[in-house]
């Protein structure tokens, strides 16, 4: 069965510090997706970043990238130079096929990230 | 602009009653979903709907109803058969390429209280 986890519950960082947040999958699926969402505490969720499973190159988007280790099943998401606007939960998603041959996302349990001045 | 609009932001109910989550999209997008968020957890999903009068069932179906008579809507309504609503609800919507990488946007979601 596929499988998000997120073994960081909480992290902590210094602004302007890199940090890097968790994520393992597990999947027997050949062709799926890798996503990264923000959640602050207004409850929306943002859309990050996102990596194919066959995509060569590591997936990068301004000041965050994804550290994608298809050997290891991991996904983590490397945020550089942190900002006090960067604190808030952080989730890790996988795209599945669902009965119809329609992708549906499966979602981990989150990080919560604080940022410190 | 283009965007996921959920409303209301905050919905109280008393047990028993049916309330609607009203979703609506500008995007385009042919795919919408139902989340369900409870504390400390991620998300799961309730319901999606591939394309007008069709939606499928997703995890937790359960208690719930949905209807996808235009494109640009896709309400939910929680029934009293629902035994534990109280929940933070997300709608969201995606292009459907049939591939891995259709991007999932959301909504701003609605928190649902059971008085």
């Given at each position: ?10 992290m ?30 207004s ?21 965050y ?27 890790c ?25 | 602009?283009?965007?996921?609009t ?10 028993g ?64 058969a ?22 999932q946007?959301?909504?701003?979601g ?6």
């Amino acid at each position: 069965a596929q499988k998000i986890t997120q073994t960081q519950p909480g992290m902590f960082v210094q602004e302007k510090e890199a940090v890097t947040l968790d994520c393992t999958y597990d999947t027997s699926d050949p062709s799926y997706g890798l996503f990264w969402y923000k959640q602050p505490s207004s409850g929306e969720m943002i859309f990050l970043i996102y990596q194919g499973s066959y995509d060569q190159q590591n997936a990068t988007e301004g000041r965050y990238s994804l550290n994608f280790q298809k050997a290891r099943k991991s996904a983590n998401l490397v945020i550089s130079a942190s900002q006090l606007g960067d604190s808030a939960m952080y989730f890790c998603a996988m795209s599945a096929m669902f009965s119809g041959g329609y992708n549906k996302l499966i979602f981990g349990a989150g990080t919560r990230l604080a940022v410190h001045p | 602009d283009g965007g996921i609009t959920q409303s209301p932001k905050y919905l109280f109910r008393k047990e028993g009653q049916n309330v609607t989550l009203s979703c609506e999209q500008n995007l385009n997008h042919d795919a919408m979903y139902w989340y369900r968020q409870d504390p400390g957890q991620g998300l799961r999903l309730i319901y999606y709907s591939q394309i007008v009068n069709d939606f499928q069932k997703g995890d937790i179906a359960e208690g719930y109803s949905v209807s996808r008579e235009k494109k640009e809507s896709f309400p939910l309504t929680v029934t009293s058969a629902q035994k534990n609503p109280t929940a933070f609800y997300l709608c969201a919507s995606s292009e459907l390429s049939g591939g891995a990488g259709d991007t999932q946007y959301f909504g701003p979601g609605t928190r649902l209280t059971v008085l």
